[in-house]
């Protein structure tokens, strides 16, 4: 069956559909070193470019995650936007930003990971600033990441997979339980005039409490 093509030029993205497990994985060798993310899902592929929007907040969630481990004592390994591919799934994507954390140790000293065997990411961060065609988070639960967070710029919600793989909001992340997730929201806008050195250490001070309280 030949691919065929759909294109949503608000999202900057294109779905082929009829696509093989084969190709997929050509274009994601080949366009590696390109700045698009590449979502398979059993013989549909959706290539998208990120707007400047979804790069900010994929820049504040990673950096706040990776500092909230440092202050609260985590040992936190990020793993950015890895492909995570698993041919017997016949699924793949390139998350925002992950994390491995309850899992850290058993990937410690490891730099080529194999997610047949390896553990995927602990947590996994979902910027919806522009809409996806395919069902990002369908592909999330079959990959077995344990929490997701999405975030469309106004609100922060987290997803916990349940045991019959499928996500369940949630009111605590299991990887942070001791983060208000209220309090935690409102670092998602710097606030103006502020420089972003400031607002990283004002951050920083605000994590530092969490452990006293």
């Known amino acids: 069956m030949p691919a065929t093509v759909t294109q949503d030029k608000a999202a900057h993205s294109v779905v082929l559909h009829g696509v093989s497990w ?4 050509a274009l994601v060798d080949e366009l590696s070193e390109q700045h698009v993310f590449l979502t398979y899902d059993r013989g549909t592929l959706e290539i998208m470019s990120p707007l400047p929007k979804h790069e900010y907040y994929k820049k504040v969630l990673g950096r706040w995650i990776e500092l909230l481990g440092i202050e609260l004592g985590l040992n936190v390994r ?26 850290e140790a058993v990937i410690r000293d490891k730099i080529d990971l194999d997610f047949t065997v390896d553990p995927p990411p602990d947590l996994a961060i979902e910027i919806d600033v522009t809409s996806r065609l395919l069902d990002r988070q ?3 639960a079959a990959l077995g990441v344990p929490e997701l967070w999405r975030c469309d710029g106004a609100s922060l919600r987290v997803y916990v997979l349940q045991p019959r793989g499928t996500y369940r909001l949630s009111n605590k992340s299991p990887s942070f339980p001791s983060l208000p997730l209220g309090e935690f929201h409102a670092f998602l806008h710097k606030p103006a005039g502020m420089s972003e050195g400031e607002w990283v250490r004002t951050f920083r001070r605000w994590a530092r409490k969490l452990n006293k309280r």
């Open 138 to 140: 369908s592909i999330y």
């Open 78 to 103: 990020g793993g950015g936007s890895t492909t995570f591919r698993r041919e017997n799934l016949e699924r793949g994507l390139e998350p925002d930003e992950c994390f491995w954390i309850a899992s």
């Open 22 to 25: 084969k190709l997929y994985e």
